[in-house]
């Protein structure tokens, strides 16, 4: 979807101009893939712009750097300053904030050891990541015939820019087949997660969601639907899912920053339960919405106000 420019950057400890944050085309990463990022969300609440789960999200940042063998030139709390100054700089009730480090400009070649690491944020408006119905109506998905990363083949583990060619590649391929996502298995053929997003199964009341082994990422909203799932007394368990699970899963849903919780009505030609959202899904979307709004009881904690 196309970007609408916000009037600031921060870059490296500084908020630039939107048409002045500018990288050099011999950047490392714009060459080798090998930078991380992470996509958060900002919401509208009564207390003025509050980011979901902003520390979780730096925390995993951190983390994925770690993986890469990535030297961060900041401390986890500088980067949530930096994010909500971003954000606060925007003038927007909410915004989509996409952190990135990735190596800057001064070495060439796959030795990573002597890159220097910058760091950048940016934010700018987000319309629903499927369109206006899929939220209450659902999507339609398809098995991608691109399998998911071998754990030693490229770490799933780690939110890098170069892992999602393999995202890319079986996203483009689902909506030229007229679907609207893919749905991704691991080498194994079990399933892993979408393109960017946990997925999830509904069956006799009981919520599956695959573990990290199979491939998928640790994701900040899959847990939070599931401390959800918890707190509204729905037995849940992170399993390996073979697609045939899907096939005949009562409901199924995915989760992410861009889709929050996105119902899904078809996989393959196949129908999921009725063929609409279901009962929890609903619900789990419900509560997802009050709390990320601020209107929700419990897990307020989970909401950084940009102003405080």
Not at 277 to 294: I, S
Request: proline fraction near 6%; hydrophobic fraction near 40%; aromatic fraction near 8%.
């Amino acid at each position: 979807m196309p970007i609408q420019p916000t009037p600031k950057i921060w870059m490296n400890g500084d908020l630039v101009d939107w048409d002045k944050a500018q990288i050099h085309v011999l950047t490392h990463t714009l060459h080798y893939g090998t930078g991380v990022f992470e996509g958060i969300r900002a919401y509208p609440t009564s207390q003025g712009p509050a980011v979901f789960r902003l520390t979780e999200h730096i925390e995993r940042l951190f983390r994925s750097a770690h993986i890469m063998g990535m030297e961060i030139p900041y401390t986890v709390s500088e980067i949530v300053a930096a994010t909500k100054a971003t954000v606060a700089s925007t003038g927007l009730p909410g915004c989509y904030v996409r952190p990135i480090a990735y190596y800057g400009y001064g070495e060439m070649g796959l030795n990573t050891l002597p890159c220097s690491t910058d760091v950048a944020i940016a934010c700018w408006p987000w319309a629903p990541f499927l369109g206006e119905d899929a939220l209450d109506h659902g999507v339609r998905m398809k098995v991608s015939s691109w399998t998911r990363h071998d754990h030693n083949t490229m770490p799933p583990a780690s939110k890098t820019t170069g892992n999602y060619v393999n995202s890319s590649l079986a996203k483009v391929e689902a909506l030229k087949g007229g679907y609207d996502e893919a749905i991704m298995l691991a080498p194994n053929g079990l399933v892993a997660e979408c393109t960017g997003e946990n997925i999830f199964a509904v069956r006799h009341g009981v919520i599956i969601t695959p573990p990290m082994s199979a491939g998928a990422l640790e994701g900040i909203t899959q847990n939070s639907v599931m401390r959800i799932a918890e707190d509204l007394g729905f037995e849940f368990r992170v399993d390996n899912l073979a697609r045939s699970d899907l096939y005949i899963a009562d409901e199924a849903f995915f989760t992410g920053t861009a889709a929050e919780v996105t119902p899904i009505r078809e996989i393959d030609g196949r129908t999921i339960g009725n063929g609409k959202r279901g009962p929890v899904t609903e619900r789990l979307q419900a509560k997802f919405f009050e709390c990320v709004n601020g209107t929700a009881v419990a897990h307020r904690d989970w909401l950084s106000p940009v102003a405080a």
